[in-house]
């Protein structure tokens, strides 16, 4: 018998993934990681809870004085935002969120 493929809606907005060598590597490691955090607290609506930071293996960019992220509509296309500093945190997670737009 076959099974049928479930799908789930999860109660919490989609995971925002960090390269954990680059966030290591950064000189604003700790101000980035906390900027993302507390952008994401601040960003759950309509009942859902925030999203989670993943640390994860190296994506292959290695920028020279940024962190790579990616995740939500971002991840969907294979694209990547780098950030370098807290102050920048907020239009990251908008451009993760609604994806990149196409530079003409």
């Known amino acids: 018998m076959k099974k049928n493929i479930v799908v789930l809606h999860p109660r919490r907005e989609p995971p925002v993934l960090v390269c954990r ?3 290591k590597r950064s000189d604003d490691a700790k101000g980035i990681g ?3 955090k ?3 607290k601040r960003r759950a609506s309509g009942g859902l809870k925030p999203a989670r930071l993943i640390k994860t293996s190296c994506f ?3 920028p020279k004085r940024a962190v790579v992220t990616t995740g939500g509509a971002a991840a969907g296309n294979g ?3 780098l950030i370098s500093s807290g102050v920048q945190v907020a239009e990251a997670l908008d451009r993760l969120r609604d994806g990149i737009p196409p530079t003409s």
């Open 21 to 23: 060598k680059c966030l």
């Open 38 to 40: 507390s952008e994401m």
């Open 79 to 81: 694209d990547y935002v």
């Open 60 to 62: 292959g960019i290695c």
């Open 34 to 36: 906390r900027a993302l």
